[in-house]
T-cell receptor, first 113, second 113 residues
Framework: KQEVTQIPAALSVPEGENLVLNCSFT??????LQWFRQDPGKGLTSLLL?????REQTSGRLNASLDKSSGRSTLYIAASQPGDSATYLC????????????FGKGTKLSVKP | EPEVTQTPSHQVTQMGQEVILRCVPI?????FYWYRQILGQKVEFLVS????????KSEIFDDQFSVERPDGSNFTLKIRSTKLEDSAMYFC???????????FGSGTQLSVL
């Protein structure tokens, strides 16, 4: 059974710092991996999608990498800002599934001004 | 940017009552999903829907749950006889294809008393 784990559960950094959020999954037979942002009481905002054949994706100050064989993904945030404060969720889609995403519990990020 | 809209944002109901949660997916998307998040827990997959039928469902999605696309724009989740443990944030999502990003709505907070 696929399990997704995110470490750390919470992270507090000063503004301007570069940071890395980690995601690991137990079954490497994934179709793709998606990183989301969740603000308190709000929905999920898709940040980056990495297909299983890709190694990384970039969008602005965000870079996500995927090492399928080791069951790991990282989300790199450059030059963090207070507006980046949110919970970041990692989710994997099983091969052969129709959009059944398995989510991690998230990393709660706080960026202090 | 197109978005998934959900109504209502909050729903309070008595145990045993029926509720219908409504969603308007992004207009050119073909795949539709329902997820839920119990407070403090992971986001969980409920069901995926394509071509007017359920394509995949989780163990959570038992006979008390049903989904429908009553017209060309709406996608609904019905819970026939709500239980206390159904209290959660329910998210609707849509995608253009199974290998594309899922776009989530802001959710409906369901409270069963």
């Amino acid at each position: 059974k696929q399990e997704v784990t995110q470490i750390p559960a919470a992270l507090s950094v000063p503004e301007g710092e570069n940071l890395v959020l980690n995601c690991s999954f137990t079954d490497s037979a994934i179709y793709n991996l998606q990183w989301f942002r969740q603000d308190p009481g709000k929905g999920l905002t898709s940040l980056l999608l990495i297909q299983s054949s890709q190694r990384e994706q970039t969008s602005g100050r965000l870079n996500a990498s995927l090492d399928k064989s080791s069951g790991r993904s990282t989300l790199y945030i450059a030059a963090s800002q207070p507006g980046d404060s949110a919970t970041y969720l990692c989710a994997v889609r099983r091969g052969g599934s129709q959009g059944n995403l398995i989510f991690g519990k998230g990393t709660k990020l706080s960026v202090k001004p | 940017e197109p978005e998934v809209t959900q109504t209502p944002s909050h729903q309070v109901t008595q145990m045993g009552q029926e509720v219908i949660l409504r969603c308007v997916p992004i207009s050119n998307h073909l795949y539709f999903y329902w997820y839920r998040q119990i407070l403090g827990q992971k986001v969980e997959f409920l069901v995926s829907f394509y071509n007017n039928e359920i394509s995949e469902k989780s163990e959570i999605f038992d006979d008390q749950f049903s989904v429908e696309r009553p017209d060309g724009s709406n996608f609904t989740l019905k819970i026939r006889s709500t239980k206390l443990e159904d209290s959660a944030m329910y998210f609707c999502a849509s995608s253009g294809d199974t290998n594309e990003k899922l776009f989530f709505g802001s959710g409906t907070q369901l409270s069963v008393l």
